[in-house]
Protein backbone atom coordinates (compact mmCIF):
# COMPACT_ATOMS: atom_id res chain seq x y z
CA UNK A 1 0.00 0.00 0.00
CA UNK A 2 1.11 3.55 -0.97
CA UNK A 3 1.92 5.51 2.11
CA UNK A 4 3.14 9.26 2.06
CA UNK A 5 4.59 10.88 4.98
CA UNK A 6 4.96 14.82 5.02
CA UNK A 7 7.66 16.89 7.28
CA UNK A 8 9.37 20.61 7.17
CA UNK A 9 6.21 22.69 7.58
CA UNK A 10 6.51 25.28 10.28
CA UNK A 11 6.51 29.16 11.01
CA UNK A 12 8.08 31.99 8.46
CA UNK A 13 8.09 34.89 8.46
CA UNK A 14 6.91 36.82 4.96
CA UNK A 15 9.86 36.58 2.49
CA UNK A 16 10.97 33.87 3.86
CA UNK A 17 11.56 30.23 2.67
CA UNK A 18 10.93 26.58 3.59
CA UNK A 19 11.31 23.16 2.22
CA UNK A 20 8.55 20.44 2.27
CA UNK A 21 9.43 16.68 2.31
CA UNK A 22 6.99 13.96 1.44
CA UNK A 23 8.53 10.29 2.00
CA UNK A 24 6.81 8.05 -0.27
CA UNK A 25 6.75 4.03 -0.11
CA UNK A 26 4.41 0.96 -0.90
CA UNK A 27 5.05 1.23 -4.66
CA UNK A 28 4.59 4.95 -5.43
CA UNK A 29 6.51 4.69 -9.01
CA UNK A 30 3.46 3.13 -10.43
CA UNK A 31 1.74 6.06 -10.06
CA UNK A 32 2.94 8.32 -11.86
CA UNK A 33 2.49 11.72 -10.55
CA UNK A 34 3.41 13.17 -7.37
CA UNK A 35 1.51 16.42 -6.89
CA UNK A 36 1.04 18.96 -3.46
CA UNK A 37 -1.98 20.86 -2.42
CA UNK A 38 -2.74 23.05 -0.02
CA UNK A 39 -6.22 23.67 2.17
CA UNK A 40 -6.77 27.35 4.25
CA UNK A 41 -9.06 27.01 7.39
CA UNK A 42 -13.13 27.34 5.35
CA UNK A 43 -10.99 27.10 1.63
CA UNK A 44 -10.86 24.05 -0.73
CA UNK A 45 -8.13 22.32 -1.13
CA UNK A 46 -6.28 23.51 -3.94
CA UNK A 47 -3.37 22.29 -6.37
CA UNK A 48 0.11 23.96 -5.80
CA UNK A 49 2.56 21.62 -8.04
CA UNK A 50 2.87 18.17 -9.11
CA UNK A 51 5.89 16.31 -10.86
CA UNK A 52 6.20 12.75 -12.52
CA UNK A 53 8.72 10.48 -11.43
CA UNK A 54 9.80 9.38 -14.70
CA UNK A 55 10.90 12.60 -16.64
CA UNK A 56 10.78 15.41 -13.76
CA UNK A 57 7.63 17.41 -16.05
CA UNK A 58 6.41 19.71 -13.74
CA UNK A 59 3.18 21.81 -13.43
CA UNK A 60 2.35 24.53 -10.94
CA UNK A 61 -0.27 27.14 -10.21
CA UNK A 62 -0.06 30.44 -11.27
CA UNK A 63 -0.05 32.21 -7.87
CA UNK A 64 3.37 29.96 -6.90
CA UNK A 65 5.38 29.78 -10.26
CA UNK A 66 8.26 31.46 -9.78
CA UNK A 67 8.33 31.14 -6.34
CA UNK A 68 8.30 27.41 -5.71
CA UNK A 69 10.15 24.69 -7.30
CA UNK A 70 8.70 20.78 -7.01
CA UNK A 71 11.34 18.19 -7.36
CA UNK A 72 12.12 14.39 -6.74
CA UNK A 73 14.94 12.41 -5.93
CA UNK A 74 14.23 8.92 -6.82
CA UNK A 75 17.32 6.97 -4.96
CA UNK A 76 15.43 8.38 -1.95
CA UNK A 77 11.58 8.14 -3.13
CA UNK A 78 11.34 11.78 -2.02
CA UNK A 79 9.45 14.90 -3.52
CA UNK A 80 10.34 18.15 -2.69
CA UNK A 81 8.60 21.58 -2.07
CA UNK A 82 11.17 24.52 -2.38
CA UNK A 83 8.69 27.77 -1.15
CA UNK A 84 10.39 30.93 -1.64
CA UNK A 85 9.49 34.34 -0.71
CA UNK A 86 6.45 33.35 1.12
CA UNK A 87 3.64 35.11 1.32
CA UNK A 88 0.54 35.37 4.25
CA UNK A 89 -1.29 33.61 1.54
CA UNK A 90 0.58 31.17 1.37
CA UNK A 91 -0.39 29.73 4.86
CA UNK A 92 -2.11 26.69 4.48
CA UNK A 93 -1.77 22.53 5.21
CA UNK A 94 0.36 21.23 2.74
CA UNK A 95 -0.22 17.94 0.89
CA UNK A 96 1.30 15.77 -0.86
CA UNK A 97 -0.77 12.90 -2.57
CA UNK A 98 0.17 10.66 -5.73
CA UNK A 99 -1.65 9.20 -8.33
CA UNK A 100 -1.85 7.76 -12.12
CA UNK A 101 -3.58 10.98 -13.38
CA UNK A 102 -4.22 12.72 -16.78
CA UNK A 103 -4.52 16.03 -15.05
CA UNK A 104 -2.13 17.17 -12.33
CA UNK A 105 -4.74 19.58 -11.13
CA UNK A 106 -7.45 17.50 -10.37
CA UNK A 107 -7.45 16.90 -6.76
CA UNK A 108 -9.99 14.16 -7.60
CA UNK A 109 -7.83 12.01 -9.84
CA UNK A 110 -4.86 11.52 -6.74
CA UNK A 111 -5.52 8.21 -5.33
CA UNK A 112 -2.92 8.54 -2.01
CA UNK A 113 -2.79 11.57 0.42
CA UNK A 114 -0.68 12.31 3.15
CA UNK A 115 -1.55 13.91 6.29
CA UNK A 116 -0.47 17.36 6.04
CA UNK A 117 2.01 19.68 7.46
CA UNK A 118 1.24 23.30 8.27
CA UNK A 119 2.75 26.43 7.07
CA UNK A 120 2.26 29.69 8.28
CA UNK A 121 4.06 32.76 7.28
CA UNK A 122 3.29 35.95 9.25
CA UNK A 123 3.56 39.45 8.34
Known amino acids: QVQLVESGGGLVQAGGSLRLSCAAS????????MGWFRQAPGKERDFVAAITWTDGMTWYTDPVKGRFTISRDNAKNTVYLQMNSLKPEDTAVYYC????????????????WGQGTQVTVSS
Open 26 to 33: GGTFSRNV
Open 97 to 112: AAGVVAFSYRRSEYEY
